[in-house]
T-cell receptor
Framework: NAGVTQTPKFQVLKTGQSMTLQCAQD?????MYWYRQDPGMGLRLIYY???????DKGEVPNGYNVSRLNKREFSLRLESAAPSQTSVYFC?????????????FGPGTRLTVL | AQSVAQPEDQVNVAEGNPLTVKCTYS??????LFWYVQYPNRGLQFLLK??????LVKGSYGFEAEFNKSQTSFHLKKPSALVSDSALYFC????????????FGTGTRLKVLA
C-alpha cells in the first residue's frame, strides 16, 4: 500500500466522542475517496474529492464530514461517533493518467465505537 | 441506478481446478469494470479492468475476466487455482455518468482447498 497512508490503524471510541481519520498520498493524484467496509455490505462510498478544494457525498455520508485542504490530504471526521459507525475505513486514490484508471487503496483504519 | 451484483458469498474450489467468480452489472452507458482482491487485514489490490476492446482481459497473478455485454457480466476466472488465491474478491464499476464514483459489489470469498 505504498503511496497511501492512513492514520490511525486502530481506534476505539465511546459513543459521542469525535475523531478524525487521516489519509495522505504522495503520488500527486487528484481524486481521493473514503469508503467503509462492513461484512456482507462490500465497500460503500462515504465521500469523495475529485480535486483539491472540492468534495461530494457518496452513498452513506450521514454522520461524517470531510476536508480536502490540499492535494495530498483528505480527512474524514466523525463529530459524534455512534456504534453504527463501527467499521473498517479505507482511503483510496485514482492512479494518474486517466479517469478510467483503477483505484489504489490505503491499508485501512479499524474503528470500534462502544 | 447503477449497481453491481456478486451472487455468491463464497466459492470453494480444489487446488489445481479452474475457478470462476461471478459478477453482473447494471449501468446506463458503457461500463468500466474492475476486479480487486483483498487479503486479510489489508486494503484492496487491483487485479484487472475492462474499459474497451477485447472482451477477454488479463490481469495480475494469472487472473482473467470475460466481459459479456449481452449478459451484462464480467466474471473473474483462473485456469488453475492456488491455495494462495484464497481471499475476498470485489467487482466494481465506474459510474459512467461523468462523476468519479465507483460502485462495488458485496464481495465473494474464494476458498481454495489443498
Amino acid at each position: 500500500n505504498a503511496g497511501v497512508t492512513q492514520t490511525p490503524k486502530f481506534q476505539v471510541l465511546k459513543t459521542g466522542q469525535s475523531m478524525t481519520l487521516q489519509c495522505a498520498q504522495d503520488m500527486n493524484h487528484n481524486s481521493m475517496y473514503w469508503y467503509r467496509q462492513d461484512p456482507g455490505m462490500g465497500l460503500r462510498l462515504i465521500y469523495y474529492s475529485a480535486s483539491e478544494g472540492t468534495t461530494d457525498k457518496g452513498e452513506v455520508p450521514n454522520g461524517y464530514n470531510v476536508s480536502r485542504l490540499n492535494k495530498r490530504e483528505f480527512s474524514l471526521r466523525l463529530e459524534s461517533a455512534a456504534p453504527s459507525q463501527t467499521s473498517v475505513y479505507f482511503c483510496a486514490i485514482i492512479l494518474a493518467g486517466s479517469s478510467y484508471n483503477e483505484q489504489f487503496f490505503g491499508p485501512g483504519t479499524r474503528l470500534t465505537v462502544l | 441506478a447503477q449497481s453491481v451484483a456478486q451472487p455468491e458469498d463464497q466459492v470453494n474450489v480444489a487446488e489445481g481446478n479452474p475457478l470462476t467468480v461471478k459478477c453482473t452489472y447494471s449501468v446506463s452507458g458503457n461500463p468500466y469494470l474492475f476486479w480487486y482482491v483483498q487479503y486479510p487485514n489489508r486494503g484492496l489490490q487491483f487485479l484487472l479492468k475492462y474499459i474497451t476492446g477485447d472482451n477477454l482481459v488479463k490481469g495480475s497473478y494469472g487472473f482473467e475476466a470475460e466481459f459479456n455485454k449481452s449478459q451484462t457480466s464480467f466474471h473473474l476466472k483462473k485456469p488453475s487455482a492456488l491455495v494462495s488465491d484464497s481471499a475476498l474478491y470485489f467487482c466494481a464499476v465506474r459510474d459512467p455518468s461523468g462523476t468519479y464514483k465507483y460502485i462495488f459489489g458485496t464481495g465473494t470469498r474464494l476458498k481454495v482447498l489443498a
